[in-house]
């Protein structure tokens, strides 16, 4: 049966995650792969796990195996008010729907807010997963510039005077794919812009628990709740793979939200939401948070020593407070796909940034690196892998047959 003839026309927009291609491309045994965005194992609190399972197995009883409230599991809905109490967002149990991970949410959004042809503003580069989520339903992206302290207030402002955006997407914390964080003055700013437009604006947290240094800053909910649908995910800093989300969105927002994951899986598993609340509500988040932080603070901190001591002097990159990313610019004509490439040929692989551009042929000078998945021994070898790819690519771009200087 010819499938060209039912497929829906939104398919053409679908595509396989580029990330996701290249990670099984360096799947194979020996490489270095700096290219994931996905949690150590060593950071799973697998022996809280086993305690809390028991727990809810006698807790709960045949309730956790059960189906559920679309919502949510109340306990868990209960747990995530304290929880969010600590981040400065005051709600009730009764305003918070839990997805299956935030993806889930970002694909209901999609569906809810977007006709073909409206305008969605977001940062340049932005999450890939997002642009994956919005793109079946033909959105026009508005690309809205940004600076080491994230999303340009001005530009935003000039993008809202100008062209009718439907909502905007910004990832405030240790952004992926560039670490940086969105300063307090700009988050007043922003708030104070969507409030003047009456727009929304989609504020995607997933990173903020991961702080190694500086003081933790309000989401910009706090600021706006009526202008802002807040999600984020317990996937970081519990287990991803129990696929855990949660937002907080405004009333008719929050309502077509259910409506929409009614139609696509009637409620995440109750067994995993049960876990979460036990998680969550027996400290158990507050007592493993630490030991996660202090397995990510070395690695991040031996990638950008090693990044100081290999990658050539012309090269630039972020350096975060906290998160999973560090982002690295090159000069201007470096093909950081082919780049990769080079590397992968050494059982090292990374992200090109282009991928995290709306606008196709964006950023092919950048790079996304990972730094939680390899401890710190490995990480400086990969860099200066990758340091020497760098340097070879550099003599080829520019035909010199000399050495290119690094920073020391």
Same mark, same amino acid.
Request: net charge neutral.
């Given at each position: 049966?010819?499938?060209?003839?039912?497929?829906?026309?939104?398919?053409?927009?679908?595509?396989?995650?580029?990330?996701?291609?290249?990670?099984?491309?360096?799947?194979?045994p020996?490489?270095?792969?700096?290219?994931?965005?996905i949690?150590?194992p060593?950071?799973?609190?697998?022996?809280i796990?086993?305690?809390?399972?028991?727990?809810?197995?006698?807790?709960?009883?045949?309730?956790?195996?059960q189906?559920?409230?679309?919502?949510?599991?109340?306990?868990?809905?209960?747990?995530?008010?304290?929880?969010?109490?600590e981040?400065?967002i005051d709600?009730?149990?009764? =305003?918070?729907?839990?997805?299956? $991970?935030?993806?889930?949410v970002? @694909?209901? /959004?999609?569906k809810?807010?977007?006709?073909? #042809? %409206?305008?969605?503003?977001?940062?340049?580069?932005t999450?890939?997963?997002?642009?994956?989520?919005?793109?079946?339903?033909?959105?026009n992206?508005?690309?809205?510039?940004?600076?080491?302290?994230?999303?340009?207030?001005?530009?935003?402002a000039?993008?809202?005077?100008?062209?009718?955006?439907?909502?905007?997407?910004?990832?405030?914390?240790?952004?992926?794919?560039?670490?940086?964080?969105?300063?307090?003055? =700009?988050?007043?700013?922003i708030? $104070?812009?969507?409030?003047?437009? @009456?727009? /929304?604006?989609?504020?995607d947290?997933?990173? #903020? %628990?991961?702080r190694?240094r500086?003081?933790?800053?309000?989401?910009?909910?706090?600021?706006a709740?009526?202008h802002?649908?807040?999600?984020?995910?317990?996937?970081k800093?519990?287990?991803p793979?129990?696929r855990?989300?949660?937002?907080?969105?405004?009333?008719e927002?929050?309502?077509?939200l259910v409506?929409?994951?009614?139609?696509?899986?009637l409620?995440?598993?109750?067994?995993?939401?049960?876990?979460?609340?036990?998680y969550?509500?027996? $400290?158990?988040?507050?007592?493993?948070?630490?030991?996660?932080?202090?397995?990510?603070?070395?690695?991040?901190e031996a990638?950008?020593?090693?990044?100081?001591?290999?990658?050539?002097s012309s090269?630039?990159?972020s350096?975060?407070d906290?998160?999973?990313?560090?982002?690295?610019?090159g000069?201007?004509g470096?093909?950081?796909?082919?780049?990769?490439?080079m590397?992968?040929?050494?059982?090292?692989?990374?992200?090109?940034?282009t991928f995290?551009?709306?606008?196709?042929g964006?950023?092919?000078?950048t790079?996304?690196?990972?730094?939680?998945?390899?401890?710190?021994?490995?990480?400086t070898?990969a860099?200066?892998t990758?340091?020497?790819?760098?340097?070879?690519?550099l003599?080829?771009?520019?035909?010199?047959?000399?050495?290119v200087?690094?920073?020391r």
């Amino acid at each position: 049966m010819p499938t060209n003839r039912i497929l829906a026309r939104r398919t053409a927009n679908m595509g396989a995650s580029a990330i996701r291609e290249i990670l099984k491309v360096v799947s194979r045994p020996g490489m270095v792969s700096l290219a994931g965005g996905i949690p150590a194992p060593e950071s799973f609190p697998l022996a809280i796990v086993r305690e809390i399972t028991g727990t809810v197995v006698e807790k709960y009883g045949s309730t956790a195996f059960q189906y559920g409230h679309t919502e949510g599991f109340l306990p868990l809905r209960e747990a995530l008010v304290d929880y969010l109490v600590e981040k400065g967002i005051d709600t009730t149990s009764d =305003r918070i729907l839990i997805s299956s $991970g935030s993806q889930g949410v970002l @694909d209901s /959004l999609g569906k809810i807010l977007i006709n073909p #042809g %409206d305008r969605v503003a977001l940062e340049a580069p932005t999450y890939l997963g997002a642009l994956q989520a919005f793109a079946p339903y033909e959105p026009n992206y508005v690309q809205i510039a940004s600076d080491d302290q994230g999303m340009l207030p001005d530009a935003l402002a000039a993008a809202l005077s100008h062209r009718g955006v439907k909502f905007i997407y910004l990832v405030p914390n240790f952004q992926n794919p560039t670490g940086r964080t969105l300063s307090m003055k =700009r988050r007043r700013a922003i708030a $104070g812009i969507i409030q003047r437009f @009456d727009t /929304l604006l989609v504020e995607d947290d997933p990173y #903020g %628990d991961l702080r190694y240094r500086g003081t933790p800053m309000p989401p910009i909910q706090t600021l706006a709740p009526d202008h802002v649908v807040y999600l984020s995910t317990l996937s970081k800093i519990f287990a991803p793979g129990l696929r855990m989300g949660f937002c907080l969105a405004p009333g008719e927002i929050s309502h077509w939200l259910v409506l929409a994951k009614q139609g696509v899986d009637l409620h995440t598993s109750t067994f995993n939401q049960a876990l979460a609340a036990e998680y969550l509500a027996g $400290g158990h988040l507050k007592r493993h948070l630490p030991s996660i932080v202090a397995l990510y603070r070395p690695r991040q901190e031996a990638m950008l020593d090693a990044m100081a001591r290999f990658f050539p002097s012309s090269f630039t990159w972020s350096v975060p407070d906290g998160g999973m990313f560090i982002w690295v610019k090159g000069p201007e004509g470096m093909d950081m796909e082919a780049v990769n490439k080079m590397a992968v040929t050494r059982m090292t692989a990374f992200v090109p940034g282009t991928f995290f551009f709306a606008r196709p042929g964006d950023g092919r000078e950048t790079m996304r690196l990972n730094y939680t998945m390899a401890d710190e021994k490995t990480l400086t070898g990969a860099i200066k892998t990758i340091g020497d790819v760098l340097e070879e690519a550099l003599m080829e771009m520019h035909g010199q047959a000399g050495s290119v200087n690094y920073r020391r």
